[in-house]
């Protein structure tokens, strides 16, 4: 875990002393390389891995935009809803990849991401995200956010398969909390 948060530093300091600003909504891509610390069994990156990178590359784009000012600074903090990630190749140690952050779309609660794993311009997992800023226990108004960052898109919905994706998250919700297990 401290890995993770030393990386977190990492990109607020290089968001704040190095690296321009980036426009909200467009495509990011970071290269990256599997290291020791990301492997399990010494030669493939860990699953778990996958959603570090994913969390990485999300708050590099909060960090950059104007999005941090408009939600972290007045008292709201991110949380994830949902997550999925489909994997297709596995990424060996010491190799590099490339990670592209892509909003999908919004509504009036959630953000949706698609977070693209590439290597050799082969896709190796696809990771989708859906998130919130909460405040008082309450999600707060996504377009309302957006605006405030000097987006002048006001919607950007999502695709039928994204939604699908994420459809059946509470009815699974519901049913494990209603069987005892």
């Known amino acids: 875990m401290l890995y993770y948060w030393l990386h ?21 891509t970071r290269k990256r ?7 399990d069994t010494f030669r493939y990156m860990s699953n778990s891995k996958y959603a570090y990178y994913m969390d990485f590359i ?10 941090y000012q408009n939600t972290v600074k007045k008292g709201m903090f991110a949380v994830l809803g949902s997550q999925k990630i489909i ?4 990424l060996k140690m010491w190799s590099t990849f490339h990670i592209t952050l892509a909003v999908e779309g919004w509504d009036d609660k959630w953000v949706y991401h698609k977070h693209i794993f590439t290597q050799k311009d082969e896709v190796c997992a696809i990771g989708y995200t859906k998130a919130a800023f909460w405040k008082n226990n309450k999600a707060q108004d996504i377009r309302k956010i957006f605006k405030n960052c000097g987006l ?15 459809d059946g998250d509470y009815q699974l919700l519901k049913s494990s909390t209603d069987s005892s297990i």
């Open 152 to 166: 002048t898109q006001n919607e950007m919905n999502i695709s039928q398969k994204i939604q699908q994706v994420f």
């Open 33 to 39: 390389w599997v290291s020791l610390l990301d492997c």
């Open 87 to 90: 994997y297709k190749k596995p």
């Open 58 to 67: 999300r708050f590099e784009k909060m960090f950059r935009s104007k999005l």
């Open 8 to 28: 977190i530093l990492y990109i607020f300091i290089g968001s704040k002393l190095f690296w321009d600003k980036v426009d909200l909504v467009s495509n990011q």
